[in-house]
């Protein structure tokens, strides 16, 4: 088992956040993917942004990584997400995705605690860079005390 690299995007559009889930379940997340071996993590979320909602990403600033464990069914996971803000949200208004078993919605920021946006820290993380302090400690996780 090893550290999965996950490149995710706060694409933000009137206090509103587009979020992802697998259908039928509770967590949500924000859109992404996996960085593949050798590849950057900005190229990387363009690529995913691309396949999964048919949409080109300008990626923008670094917000900052959150580190997760947790387990799904009988495997334990080990992440990293890299998070970044997009420039473009207005590009992905009226997106749908491309995967049938991944739904995006649009959620107001001041109820992301209703959709249990997942890992836990990115809701945090996402409300200091709105609140402007962004860059006092983009750091997150699940796994420090």
Do not use: C
Not at 44 to 58: I, K, P, S
Not at 108 to 121: M, R, S, T, Y
């Amino acid at each position: 088992m090893g550290i999965e690299v996950i490149a995710r995007a706060v694409i933000l559009h009137e206090d509103k956040l587009l979020l992802a889930h697998s259908r039928g379940a509770r967590n949500t997340y924000l859109p992404g993917g996996h960085v593949e071996f050798g590849e950057g993590a900005r190229a990387a979320l363009a690529r995913e942004l691309d396949e999964e909602l048919g949409v080109t990403a300008q990626v923008g600033s670094f917000l900052g990584a959150v580190e997760h464990r947790f387990a799904a069914g009988a495997r334990d996971h080990h992440e990293v997400n890299l998070i970044f803000i997009l420039t473009n949200p207005t590009a992905f208004l009226g997106v749908s995705s491309r995967e049938e078993q991944l739904e995006v919605f649009w959620q107001p920021v001041d109820a992301l605690e209703k959709v249990n946006l997942q890992p836990g820290p990115v809701s945090q993380l996402v409300r200091r860079w709105l609140g402007g302090q962004g860059r006092e400690e983009g750091w997150g996780s699940t796994m420090e005390g």
